[in-house]
T-cell receptor, first 113, second 114 residues
Framework: GESVGLHLPTLSVQEGDNSIINCAYSNSASDYFIWYKQESGKGPQFIIDIRSNMDKRQGQRVTVLLNKTVKHLSLQIAATQPGDSAVYFCAETIGEYGNKLVFGAGTILRVKS | NAGVTQTPKFQVLKTGQSMTLQCAQDMNHEYMSWYRQDPGMGLRLIHYSVGAGITDQGEVPNGYNVSRSTTEDFPLRLLSAAPSQTSVYFC?????????????FGAGTRLSVL
């Protein structure tokens, strides 16, 4: 994947509001799409994944939507909390057995109290 | 249960020096991988391994070597460090169960090459 630059997009939301983070992917052959959360100074942490034959999957306070027609993925976080502040990355699996992960550039989520 | 342990946490090298970044896991995961993360960017895959004795290249393998002699360890070697290799390096593991998309990342090694 090509870099989209040094400046990550930032989403600022009020505590308690819902957040929607968007991602465009490039590979139509990907089997899985995955969202990761990365807090400052830490490694990424798995949030939720969705298989390419699905269009919606729900977890605890999170929902992932997949639109294969326009190659778009979104992560919805309900009742956003200060602990949700982090950088969020989408990733897609490619290659044999999905052994390779290609990450997007990331979105910064800032939650205002 | 430590999960994924990376050492060192920080390292400063001079151009041309070599070093090995260590990654150890205690989850008996077969799959291990190395990523680098540059400012304002997502992670890029350097090398990965699907089991002991098996390694393969990722997106940005040049300048790095790996080996996988045991399930637990997956070291990353920089043969001759260059300033372009200044980055944060993450090791990750995953299993082969239904939760195979859940990769567990270490805390990272912050490397500066002067």
């Amino acid at each position: 994947g090509e870099s989209v630059g040094l400046h990550l997009p930032t989403l600022s939301v009020q505590e308690g509001d819902n957040s929607i983070i968007n991602c465009a992917y490039s590979n139509s052959a990907s089997d899985y799409f995955i969202w990761y959360k990365q807090e400052s100074g830490k490694g990424p942490q798995f949030i939720i994944d969705i298989r390419s034959n699905m269009d919606k999957r729900q977890g605890q306070r999170v929902t992932v939507l997949l639109n294969k027609t326009v190659k778009h993925l979104s992560l919805q976080i309900a009742a956003t909390q200060p602990g949700d502040s982090a950088v969020y990355f989408c990733a897609e699996t490619i290659g044999e057995y999905g052994n390779k992960l290609v990450f997007g550039a990331g979105t910064i989520l800032r939650v205002k109290s | 249960n430590a999960g994924v342990t990376q050492t060192p946490k920080f390292q400063v090298l001079k151009t041309g020096q070599s070093m090995t970044l260590q990654c150890a896991q205690d989850m008996n995961h077969e799959y291990m991988s190395w990523y680098r993360q540059d400012p304002g960017m997502g992670l890029r895959l350097i090398h990965y391994s699907v089991g002991a004795g098996i390694t393969d290249q990722g997106e940005v393998p040049n300048g790095y070597n790996v080996s996988r002699s045991t399930t637990e360890d997956f070291p990353l070697r920089l043969l001759s460090a260059a300033p372009s290799q200044t980055s944060v390096y993450f090791c990750a593991t995953r299993g082969r169960t239904l939760a195979k998309n859940i990769q567990y990342f270490g805390a990272g090694t912050r490397l500066s090459v002067l």
